[in-house]
């Protein structure tokens, strides 16, 4: 029903930047929310930041103050921009969404297939 496809990962160096974008399409009604997960090699995927319709934000806390999350709900896409870069920023980001593809039934969580950022020191 829905894919996510991300795009603008690659290879940095510390104190770099990059911006990750993610474009959901398909058939649903809402996308409430959305967000990017990281996965480093040998570790759980964790929370990076997430992002209501509303525009009300969270943050992990390693990447408070670097990172922001945006989204364009007319286009349904969502952005991460990374600024100053970490070695240990470096792992596969997923987008993810929280979509309502029929009224009166929960939400179903989707998963995009990742991109690779890749940050040296």
Known sequence: QVQLVESGGG????????????A???????INPMGWYRQ???????????ITSGGMTNYADPVKGRFTI?????????HLQMNS???EDT????????VLTHS???RDGYWGQGTQVTVSS
């Open 11 to 22: 290879l940095v160096q510390a104190g770099g930047s990059l911006r990750l974008s993610c």
């Open 104 to 106: 009166l039934r929960g």
């Open 70 to 78: 945006s989204r364009d709900n007319a286009k349904n896409t969502a």
């Open 85 to 87: 870069l970490k070695p």
């Open 24 to 30: 959901a399409s398909g058939s649903f009604i809402d």
């Open 40 to 50: 480093a090699p040998g570790k759980q995927r964790e929370l990076v930041a997430i």
């Open 91 to 98: 792992g596969v980001y997923y987008c993810y969404a929280a």
